[in-house]
């Protein structure tokens, strides 16, 4: 495992970026959260630019603001895949288990209960070893034997 410039596994920052290895529910739902908080904050500032920038010509800033929606649906779909990937990989099944949420009514609903509240493979699997929750015993966590 490669460690970060900071010390530390380099794990967490490869959340969003990387669709290799496993992630927790925890991770998982943190994940989920972040990834909807920054898409919902760059529509915001980008229809505040808009607004403030003056468009006179409708047609334009409207062209605009859906260029900017399209750019920010990419990164939000890009990062979510990757979240999910790994949450897929924790239970044992392949990153293209992500297309089964397009499927409508059934797949959201699948995605939720199989990603966000069932528990992963117990040990290792051919996606590699699961993932560190920080849900161990206080005792482990705070150093004592």
Known sequence: MRRSRWGGDDVKSQTFTSFDGRIGRQTWWLAQIVV???????????????????????????????????????????????????????????????????VPVVGPLLGLVMLGFLAGEEGDNRFGPPAVTGAEEPSQRFGRA
């Not at 980008?46 to 047609?59: E, I, R």
């Not at 399209?70 to 990757?82: G, V």
Request: charged residues 5%.
């Open 36 to 102: 909807w908080i920054a898409t919902a904050a760059a529509m915001f500032a980008g229809a505040a630019l808009l607004a403030l920038s003056g468009v006179d010509n409708y047609a334009a800033g409207f062209s605009l603001m859906h260029s900017l929606v399209f750019i920010i649906l990419i990164a939000n779909l890009y990062f979510s895949f990757t979240v999910n990937t790994k949450r897929w990989h924790d239970h044992g099944r392949s990153g293209w288990w992500n297309l089964a949420l397009f």
